[in-house]
């Protein structure tokens, strides 16, 4: 089992654009041309691909691309009882584009039981090596229970759930469960990417939760309660990391706003081992709140865009991680994309190339950084 422990001082979020041969043998078999088990043959031949393009590019983390999933978040919360899903009703307000999501709902208590997603990993494992580590990212906790408490869904979980403490118990030790399984499974490095930090930020956010009778100080204290509960119990040679951003749907966003009315709960408080933090653009403020990282945190600084294809000015990006080493220091600090390439299936706006092109900058300003 390798020792390698994330973030490392180039890293990446996780998702990678879906090849083309993927895309069609998922087409075909929602047409009804190929089986399931041609499917997952041809699945894992895409992810062992993607994998040996990660090492050749020179990353010490190695994930599956998110192959196996439609969405970077829902397909995971399918894997709880309690929970069901459809095709229609889940879109999503972005930024100029409706994300085509799924419906996600409850239908019962959630409580876990033995997750499809910790045999993917299984798969992942196997691709180690003593340069490599596997990396899994899942949803955070705090985002199945966002999930769950959006209006379109609220009145469904009050069937099952009379208070959002009893939601966020149970969410919290069905995550438990599954965390240990990944563990047993051999996985040491586990990330949860989140949202709902990034959801919560701004101006818009007070209000819209304000139009909801919600107060969003008592939300902040939540979406805190829930991620640390699952992380209760935690072994300590399994590193868990959290990326937080606004959104990343078809090149587009969700939300704006500085991480500054945030960072007493997550960075100060939260219980993760490092932060990947979006910062590619203006819509993420400045780094001053930086300052509140607990000092036994690192953080991943997502300044190149995996938004757009063009790449970024190497010295403008040195440069902004001096500055953000004025709050942190530079030991601290890693260097990452701000999100995955392909959060959803769709992917984003940009070809396969422009993509390894970004992981390429972001090795080599961060060799010149930190050497």
Not at 43 to 65: L, M, N, P, R, Y
Not at 284 to 306: E, Y
Request: net charge negative; with cysteine; proline share 4%.
């Amino acid at each position: 089992m390798s020792t390698l422990k994330t973030p490392f001082r180039y890293d990446f979020v996780g998702s990678f654009l879906r090849p083309e041969k993927l895309k069609e043998a998922k087409k075909n078999f929602e047409e009804g041309k190929i089986t399931q088990d041609e499917l997952d043959k041809i699945t894992d031949e895409c992810v062992s691909e993607v994998v040996a393009k990660q090492k050749a590019a020179g990353f010490h983390a190695i994930t599956d691309g998110e192959f196996r999933r439609k969405f970077w978040h829902l397909d995971f919360m399918w894997g709880f009882e309690g929970v069901e899903h459809e095709k229609d009703g889940g879109g999503v307000q972005f930024n100029g584009e409706v994300a085509d999501l799924e419906a996600t709902y409850l239908v019962g208590k959630v409580k876990a039981k033995p997750h499809p997603f910790v045999e993917y990993f299984k798969f992942l494992k196997q691709f180690e090596d003593e340069n490599t580590v596997a990396k899994y990212t899942i949803p955070a906790p705090a985002q199945m229970y966002q999930q769950m408490i959006v209006p379109q869904n609220i009145e469904q979980t009050r069937k099952f759930y009379e208070s959002d403490d009893e939601l966020i118990h149970d969410i919290g030790l069905a995550y438990q469960d599954v965390i240990r399984q990944f563990y047993d499974a051999g996985c040491r490095n586990l990330q949860l990417d989140d949202c709902t930090w990034g959801a919560i930020v701004g101006d818009a956010a007070k209000q819209r939760y304000k139009s909801l009778g919600l107060d969003i100080e008592d939300v902040k204290a939540q979406l805190l309660k829930v991620n640390n509960l699952a992380l209760e119990g935690r072994l300590e040679d399994m590193t868990i990391t959290s990326h937080i951003c606004r959104g990343n749907y078809h090149s587009t966003y969700f939300t704006s706003g500085p991480y500054d009315s945030v960072a007493d709960y997550v960075f100060a408080q939260e219980n993760v081992d490092a932060l990947l933090l979006e910062y590619d653009d203006a819509r993420s403020g400045g780094f001053l709140p930086l300052a509140k990282v607990s000092p036994d945190k690192k953080v991943v600084l997502g300044l190149i865009t995996t938004k757009k294809p063009e790449l970024e000015n190497k010295e403008d990006v040195i440069a902004r991680i001096h500055d953000a080493s004025r709050y942190i220091p530079l030991e601290r600090l890693c260097l990452s994309p701000q999100c995955g390439f392909a959060s959803c299936e769709i992917g984003n706006k940009l070809t396969e190339e422009q993509q390894w092109a970004k992981l390429a900058l972001v090795k080599e300003i961060a060799e010149e950084v930190w050497g």
